[in-house]
């Protein structure tokens, strides 16, 4: 099989296309024929070994992770004989970030609880960009911000992945008021999604406004909580998805005090993949809710698809196709 392979940390460009054999599924697990992938921040990390946390989790001074890829989507191929929910055939995506990566090949092993059956009508290239950036809209939106139809939304990092799909889920339980903060270069495709009002961060900081939020989701968290504690209103809600090390672990420290101090909240989502994959796939088929696709890159292209992630620039979800999708 083709696969992308990682053997030092560095720059994208230092990805090789090797063939290797197929590998062999476990009693537990799935064998999955990938037919597409996409690419998200924990790739991004992975190949550069940045920030550093990152190599504590995956090798200190090479990567224990020989394929990056977290989102797939493809073929059940075969099945582990302890496997009782999907079979040969199934088309199934799914977010591999929690049993070892590897999306970035023909053929992957994958935990049977990472993945879903694929909703009819949803083709790959869709499927491959949902799981990660769609469980983590969900699950800051809805579980961890309790958003609510008449709340004021504001999305920060708004154009990307998880950007694009929160403001449809926003849409769909009927929030009204949603703000995106994102590059200028965005802001059109962002207004095609939905976006009432889009911020261009580099002409204005959104956290130097009059305007108040009930709820920010951040996908950047690139300032000081007490800028975005200051338009939040006084039951306001932040929650953030990642970003900056720094300014996560200054959030995770003075979250408790804040909360003391006042009404105002400050929340980490703290990521259980594939948990919501059947709620999203009744909002495809419900609400038409779709990831925005960018790409699409053949996979001898991943370290090209990858640098582009990580140049912030691109619009959605970066995705890959790595081999058609016949059984």
């Not at 950047?220 to 939040?232: A, E, G, M, P, Q």
């Not at 200054?250 to 594939?274: C, D, E, T, W």
Request: glycine share 10%; aromatic share 8%.
């Amino acid at each position: 099989m083709k696969a992308i392979a990682l053997s030092t940390y560095g720059s994208p460009d230092q990805l090789e296309l090797i063939d290797l054999e197929p590998p062999f599924p476990k009693e537990d697990e799935v064998l999955v024929r990938v037919c597409a992938a996409s690419v998200n921040d924990w790739d991004w990390c992975l190949v550069r070994g940045k920030p550093f946390y990152i190599r504590l989790l995956c090798g200190l001074f090479r990567p224990k992770v020989a394929i990056p890829g977290v989102d797939i989507a493809g073929y059940v191929k075969s099945v582990g004989r302890a496997v009782k929910t999907f079979q040969p055939g199934d088309a199934v995506y799914g977010d591999l970030s929690e049993c070892g990566f590897g999306g970035f090949a023909e053929y992957v092993c994958a935990a049977e609880t990472a993945l879903a059956h694929i909703p009819p009508k949803m083709n790959f290239h869709e499927a491959a960009g949902v799981p990660h950036a769609a469980m983590l809209a969900v699950q800051g939106l809805l579980d961890v911000g309790r958003l609510e139809p008449h709340h004021r939304l504001l999305i920060n990092g708004a154009g990307g992945g998880v950007g694009t799909l929160a403001v449809q889920i926003a849409k769909s339980i009927g929030v009204e008021d949603i703000t995106g903060v994102d590059h200028s270069c965005k802001l059109s495709m962002m207004r095609s999604i939905a976006f009432q009002k889009c911020i261009d961060y580099m002409q204005t900081d959104f956290t130097d406004t009059d305007k108040k939020y009930d709820l920010i989701l951040d996908t950047k968290t690139n300032r000081s909580i007490f800028h975005y504690l200051r338009v939040l209103t006084p039951n306001g809600i932040y929650v953030t998805v990642g970003g900056d090390t720094a300014k996560l672990m200054q959030m995770a420290l003075l979250a408790p005090f804040i909360h003391k101090l006042g009404k105002k909240r400050v929340r980490i989502v703290s990521l259980k993949p594939n948990k919501n994959l059947a709620y999203m796939n009744e909002l495809y088929q419900d609400e038409g809710i779709k990831p925005v696709i960018d790409g699409i890159y053949p996979l001898k292209e991943a370290p090209k698809a990858i640098q582009h992630f990580g140049n912030g620039e691109h619009q959605g979800k970066v995705v890959i196709t790595v081999r058609e999708p016949k059984f």
